[in-house]
């Protein structure tokens, strides 16, 4: 039998789910801390760099020219360091406090989209998922802006059904601000939530007076609007690093994007097809239900749900179109496809449990159930606890070799020049003469703009060849080239596989001393010590 669902708010939280909940939340803290001793990798280096400075004009300043983000968190970056210090863990540590507020913040928004057991299986789901696992050791703006999504919908969807609407809104305001503040992924949820909100009031399907929410979305324009210039600058300037897809292609990055969402490892393909499947008849049980009820939405999903399930078709598509392939840009639309499906498997649950009608089917379904949960996440959990047993990028391991060595007579030269910001990194408190390919001056702070230009002029490496020379002049006798341990190739608009060219250049014209190989589970790297007196 059909139930209605009429537009109200429920509770964020209910009392018996509290112990489950924290419950998760210890296995959450549990499966994430072996991860911070990984190191740090490129990116994470970065925020170190661009949370340095020790002003806030100054860091406004330092984060337009080397982000391509708003400057929220590093902004939080900058009072951690100030109060804790930046050793690797501690510096890891605000990325996993934001990563484990994911697990309650998904069981809050399953419960006013669905029920409280799709509250339960979406916080489950976010507890044990490699990604969320992964980005809660990641020193960059991925988990705070995965919360913020998860809070601003969460406000949004309880504005929408509740009597309260005012604080609801004042919560939307605050949450979208922050988001926009914290990455510009935010805005591809501000378009999605206004078109949203047309839809809902022209399509009757919740009560909504689009006033409060125009002034909602006003005063969040307003609260934006002097970043606006730096924004359309770094829109300007784009992102040279990604290949532009073409059409076809694209349409299977949707696919990707949703599957790489689905809680399994990578490499688990019959579990990632099985949970698809699974998803898919509980889908299809839901719009079983729709066509009974002669296409009465409200009778079969709550506007909650039709929000999120709304905002997931265009946020996975808007990624899509542009483009973005990488999981990091996935990621903080991740929490709202885990509550959808939480809020899917509890259909076909009840689908299922339907036809139990005894004892012992019942039991069985939940033996079912806890097989396929162990199935699940002791995977999951030994990938976890292993994620520290290997270094991040082999440039950690390099470092603490190199401090044992006088550096006076040694040039450092990094190459490709995106390697600049982890060596400078483990090296912070070493003199070390630094430069790098293609950019020669302060590798270590990374400067998107004329990036590409740089990696494209004819004379680059006669260039830096010329620049060495200059050096060994000086009275430097060594030139050690640190090297990514791979074969470079274009992407987009970069023309990395110079870096090659350069090496092969190198040896051609210096004596190689030394070379020694660093092993990384991101970044392999090798060091070449050159002799510049021949």
Known sequence: MLTSHPAQS???LKVNDIYLL???????VWLRLPSLGQGLYRDEASTYFDALPTNFAELIKTVTISELNPPGFY??????MQWFGVEEVVFKLPALIFGILIIPATYALGRVASSNSAGIIAATITTVIPSAIYYSQEARPYTITALLCCLTLLMYCQAVVSKSQTRYLIGFVICTTILLYVQYTGLLVVFSLIFITICLKLLRIANVRLKPFAIAFGVIFLLYAPWLPI????????????EKEPLLRRVNLLFEHITYTIPTGRGNKTARLLIFLTLALGVQRLFTQFKQSSYRWNQVFNPSTIILSTCFIILFSAQAALSLSYDRYIFPFAPIAWVLYASWLVALGQLIYSYC?????KLSLHFAVALLLCWLVLPNSLSALSLGNQNKSGIR?????LVQKSHGNTIYLVNPDYLGPTFGYYMRQHQVKLHGFARWQNPEIF???GYAKIWEQPTLISDIEQRIQEEARKGYRELALIQENLVLAD?????????????SRLKQLYPLRQKKDYPGREENVSIYVFSLTK
């Open 447 to 449: 400067r998107p703009q």
């Open 491 to 503: 992407v987009g608009q970069m023309k990395y596989s110079r870096a090659n060219v350069f090496l």
């Open 231 to 242: 924004f359309l600058n770094h829109f300007q300037i784009g992102t040279p690093w990604i």
């Open 397 to 401: 391991l390099l470092a603490a070799d």
């Open 357 to 361: 009608n005894s004892r012992w089917k």
């Open 22 to 28: 924290i419950g998760l939340i210890l296995i959450g």
């Open 10 to 12: 429920k509770p964020l």
């Open 75 to 80: 902004l939080i970056m900058h009072q951690w």
